[in-house]
């Protein structure tokens, strides 16, 4: 069975990591096709705009997209375009899982498994209402959180739980003190909880939540939270197992999915061939879950597992002094 993806091959190390990562697809023989389509400075440069209307089509048609990150130009009115790929597609579930890999230079090389499942379309993050008033002395922003938008965000992340079998939720609010919106949050979680009454769900505060999740980070299994604060703890799980280089990121909607690294175009090492392939390649192996195939993610992450463990060809972010195609090959070989 042949399926066709659009692949953005995305700015700085966006084309190194790409050619990598499809390279150990095309190793796995999916059955994958690409369509490539340009978004960020790439688009801009061909098609003098950031986002193309033909790359929005593409996403539309194949409803997949496996995408590189995107360098948002500073100033001059742009507004970043991978929040305006979420809005567009109304991608409302962020799933960032931060797993314990072996030879990564982290703070726990093992016992971390932690998915978090952050809402992507409302709240805080996505700025609305921001203003400055004239003097430069008082800025504002509005924070609107939805009963419909709580209730999908943490319903996705109990049938996620239940599909993937896993046993616990956590429900990260603020709603001692942000009682309207992040109350709205709890409320409406502690509905949907009940109707799962196989997955264990708690609740905890975010700010107790970031301590526990440092000293006790394998005590947590799926955490669900609002848009603002599931940036910033996705980042930080992210951070306890070795950093961005290996953290993946899925965004999903009902109509379309794209699966992206959570880190940048990081131009300071881009054209150097030495961009660590593995959240890209884990990103494609959350594609292949969500695609529904599950045993052919499960090879892939075996194979990056058994690479890092071998300490075969690492990059220098690893600490090896391997390139990101020697990388990929020796991914590809074990597949
Ligand atoms: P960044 O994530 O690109 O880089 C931060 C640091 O991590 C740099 O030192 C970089 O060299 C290193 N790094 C990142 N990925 C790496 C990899 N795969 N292997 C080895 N080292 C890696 O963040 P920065 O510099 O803040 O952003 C650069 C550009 O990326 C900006 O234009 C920003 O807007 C954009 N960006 C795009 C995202 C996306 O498309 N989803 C997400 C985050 C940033
Ligand atoms: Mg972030």
């Known amino acids: 069975m042949t399926q066709t993806i659009t692949v953005i091959r995305g700015d700085g190390i966006g084309p190194e990591i790409m050619e990598a990562t499809l390279h150990v ?40 997209a496996l995408k590189s990150p995107l360098t948002t130009p500073v100033g001059g009115g742009f507004s970043s375009i991978n929040v305006e790929l979420r809005k567009r597609f109304d991608l409302y579930a962020n799933v960032r899982p931060a797993k314990s890999f072996p030879n990564t230079k982290s703070r726990f090389p093992s016992g971390v498994d932690i998915i978090t499942v952050r809402e992507n379309t409302e709240g805080a993050y996505i700025g609305e209402g921001q203003t400055l008033s004239a003097d430069g002395e008082t800025a504002t922003l509005t924070q609107k959180v939805t009963r419909r938008g709580s209730e999908r965000i943490v319903r996705y992340a109990f049938d996620m739980a239940r599909r993937i079998g896993r046993k616990k939720v956590t429900v990260v609010h603020k709603a001692n003190i942000l009682k309207s919106t992040s109350g709205l ?19 905890m505060i975010v700010d107790a939540c970031c301590m526990k999740l440092v000293m006790e980070p394998e005590k947590f299994d799926v955490i669900v939270t609002t848009n603002l604060f599931g ?105």
């Open 25 to 64: 697809l095309d190793a796995m023989q999916l059955g994958l096709q690409y369509e490539f389509a340009e978004a960020g400075m790439a688009a801009l440069e061909q098609h003098g705009e950031l986002l193309p209307q033909a790359t929005l089509d593409s996403i539309r048609t194949h409803r997949i």
């Open 185 to 203: 949050f709890l409320k409406t979680a502690r509905e949907v909880a009940a109707q799962y009454p196989d997955i264990e769900c708690n609740e």
């Open 231 to 335: 940036d910033i703890i996705s980042d930080l799980c992210a951070g306890l197992v070795g950093g961005l280089g290996l953290a993946p990121g899925a965004n999903i909607g009902t109509e379309a999915a794209i699966f992206e690294a959570v880190h940048g175009s990081a131009p300071d090492i881009a054209g150097k061939g030495i961009a660590n392939p593995c959240a890209l390649l884990l990103a494609a192996a959350q594609m292949l879950d969500h695609m529904g195939r599950p045993a052919d993610a499960t090879r892939l992450r075996e194979a990056i597992v058994a690479t890092l463990e071998a300490k075969d060809s690492l990059t220098p972010d690893l600490g090896g002094t391997g390139t990101t195609l020697g990388f990929a090959r020796a991914i590809a070989a074990r597949v």
